[in-house]
């Protein structure tokens, strides 16, 4: 099992930057991919960005250039770095891990918003 704790979220103005973080805690080594989704109000969950233990990496076409994923496998926290912020940025961001056995886990949210 994994347990995942997010934080770093908060208020911001429009082209600001804000940085996630995502400690992970328990059975860190059988993680095998972790992401971070949004989901803003009446809009369903999406992905924002996701890596690979083989550091494969995808972003959100909203998102790229301005996002920044990191994370290696074997540590034990993965970063969102979010830079020129937006409104439509807005939203409830979670992280997520992918485990081996193909089994997710979700940690419980931290909330961005961004003003105009």
């Known amino acids: 099992q994994v347990q995942l704790m997010e934080s770093g979220g908060g208020l911001v103005q429009s082209g600001g930057s804000l940085r996630l973080s995502c400690a992970a805690s328990?059975?860190?080594?059988?993680?095998?991919?972790m992401g971070w989704y949004r989901q803003a109000p009446g809009k369903v969950r999406e992905l924002v960005a996701g890596?690979?233990?083989?550091?494969?990496?995808t972003y959100a076409d909203s998102v790229k250039g301005r996002f920044t994923i990191s994370w290696a496998s074997g540590k034990n926290t993965a970063f969102l770095q979010m830079n020129s912020l937006k409104p439509e940025d807005t939203a409830v961001y979670y992280c997520?891990?992918?485990?081996?056995?193909?089994?997710?886990?979700w940690g419980q949210g931290t909330q961005v918003t961004v003003s105009s």
């Open positions: 890596i690979t233990s083989g550091g494969r990496i």
């Open positions: 997520n891990a992918r485990l081996i056995t193909q089994t997710e886990h």
């Open positions: 328990g059975s860190i080594f059988s993680i095998n991919g």
